[in-house]
């Protein structure tokens, strides 16, 4: 009788097979959901990324497109799943801005989905034409200042990174310039180098060249920190306006209430991805800087840039289209 119910005991207190998931995680292929088209800088980070999660993990990830709503379809998609670490979403920086300019998203950014890590932070620079009569940011902004509603500055469109980081600028210097979208920044750098437009805020890929051969002139970075793909150039914070800090960047988020074992496995293993010698040169070559941060400091970083953004969308009175 005693050992029967000693047996009995030994059973109940058995970890059940739903407590033991976060310890055998992953045992089964990983869905990573995208909300932008294949080919988009989002989903190359993301195929590179899943690459060598799948080497790290030793199961497959399968990078599923779901692009639509601003990347809001895949959102909901990832907030409303089994938080189990098998769906995940890989998010760019304009993730953050969606919150102050759609007032019906299916889903809270910061309540239904969980931060795991910083994946990449990509920054922008700063451009002018040769004929602007400018050299640093802190000429840049007298200038702007001197001849207000003059200076023209253009974008890849409406909530575009371009547009983002020049609203950001106008609104920390109190300047105001005027906006022409454009239906993707190719053909704002086209115009720019054209002399119908004075002011770009360019991806350091495409707009450096123009910088180097003398068809552009660059001022300074929209990153925090200066970067070795061109160490000459300082931020903008440093050269006229402290305080500025603007970078598109790639993260990686899972529903809420994914088990933090999992949240923990996850980012290891994508910051191990992402110090791998093949990844890590691809994408500093691309002209990003690989992150992998704790989950921790990726979530006060999304709860700092909904908060900017939200200011910087009132200011300038950008509305959704």
Known sequence: MRKTIFFALLVASAPTPAADAPD??????????????????????????????????????????????????????VAKATPDGYTVLIVPGSFTINPSLYRDLPFDPQKDLAAVTLIATAPYVLMV??????????????LVKAKPKEIVYGSGGFGSSGHLAAELFSSMAALQMNHVPYKGAGPALVDLLGGQLQVVFGSVVSSLPYHRNGRLRALALTSAQ??????????????????????????????????????????????????????NERLTREGSEPVGSAPEKFAAMVKADIAKWAAVVKRSGMKAE
């Open 24 to 77: 055998v995680y992953p045992n089964r292929p990983i869905r990573v959901l995208v909300g932008q088209s294949a080919g988009g800088a989002t989903d190359i980070v993301a195929r590179g990324l899943g690459q060598k999660l799948s080497e790290a993990l030793g199961q497959p990830v399968v990078i599923d497109n779901r692009g639509g709503a601003a990347g809001s379809i895949a959102a909901a998609l």
């Open 129 to 142: 034409h040769p004929a602007v009569a400018a050299k640093s940011t802190r000429e840049l902004i007298a």
């Open 226 to 279: 200066r970067i070795a793909m061109a160490p000459e150039l300082p931020t903008i914070a440093e050269s006229g306006l402290p305080g500025y800090e603007f970078s598109s960047w790639f993260g990686l988020l899972a529903p809420a209430a994914t088990p933090k074992p999992v949240i923990v496995k996850l980012q290891a293993a994508t910051a191990a991805a992402l110090r791998t010698p093949e990844l």
